[in-house]
């Protein structure tokens, strides 16, 4: 699966961002889905992750309560909302499969918090 990241960019500190991901030439619908994240100078940070039926959701716990992750079957995307944006957020935002087999690293969206 190729997937493709979007919705990134610069806000204050306490901002919210919506980041959106999608797939080129296949279904979402039917993958376990999640965010990564990878700020400067730091490895890859599982931030969140979603079944497939949308039924179960999870969070590191440097996100919980601030953000959220979602997916629309009709539209073939999933999101992830951030909200209380900190600077400590900044980085680049990936999306994978929770497979890591069925997908690779795209991108990704860079997501820059100021203080």
């Known amino acids: 699966v190729q997937l493709v990241e979007s919705g990134g960019g610069l806000v204050q500190s306490g901002g919210s961002l919506k980041l959106s991901c999608a797939a080129s030439g296949s279904a979402l619908n039917s993958y376990h889905m999640t965010w990564y994240r990878q700020a400067p100078g730091k490895g890859r940070e599982l931030v969140a992750a979603i079944t497939s039926d949308g039924g179960s959701t999870n969070y590191a716990d440097s996100v919980k309560g601030r953000f959220t992750i979602s997916r629309d079957y009709a539209k073939n995307m999933v999101y992830l909302q951030m909200n209380s944006l900190k600077p400590e957020d900044t980085a680049v935002y990936y999306c994978?499969?929770?497979?890591?087999?069925?997908?690779?690293w795209g991108q990704g969206t860079q997501v820059t918090v100021s203080s």
């Open positions: 994978r499969t929770l497979d890591l087999r069925l997908s690779s």
